[in-house]
Nanobody
Framework: QVQLVESGGGLVQAGGSLRLSCAAS????????MGWYRQAPGKERELVAT???????NYAASVKGRFTVSRDNAKNTVYLQMNSLKPEDTAVYYC?????????????WGQGTQVTVSS
């Protein structure tokens, strides 16, 4: 069974940096696009950044220039380097991946990791 496991969240002061990681475990699959979404209290989940298997990236306007998404295809892992963090970046961050097996294609989510930015 495929599982996405996230790590790297925490508490940081404004202007600081954090790096999130999300690894897909299991076998018998390939991964198309991977990405990060976030959900702040009382708000809907929103896209942060995505990256295709070929390395093409897409960012939300609010994080462009501060966040960098990358992936290691050999490790089935996606990263999110977050710099110049702001209090409004505080949210639960979820990793997302599009899986392809011999039978189907589907999207799965990680369990979420809390990022808190203090002012």
């Amino acid at each position: 069974q495929v599982q996405l496991v996230e790590s790297g969240g925490g508490l940081v002061q404004a202007g600081g940096s954090l790096r999130l990681s999300c690894a897909a475990s299991g076998s018998g699959f390939s991964i198309n696009s991977m990405g990060w979404y976030r959900q702040a209290p009382g708000k809907e989940r929103e896209l942060v950044a995505t990256i295709t298997s070929g390395g093409n990236t897409n960012y939300a306007a609010s994080v462009k220039g501060r966040f960098t998404v990358s992936r290691d295809n050999a490790k089935n892992t996606v990263y999110l380097q977050m710099n110049s963090l702001k209090p409004e970046d505080t949210a639960v961050y979820y990793c997302n991946a599009g899986f392809r097996t011999s039978r189907s294609e589907y999207v799965d989510w990680g369990q979420g990791t809390q990022v808190t930015v203090s002012s």
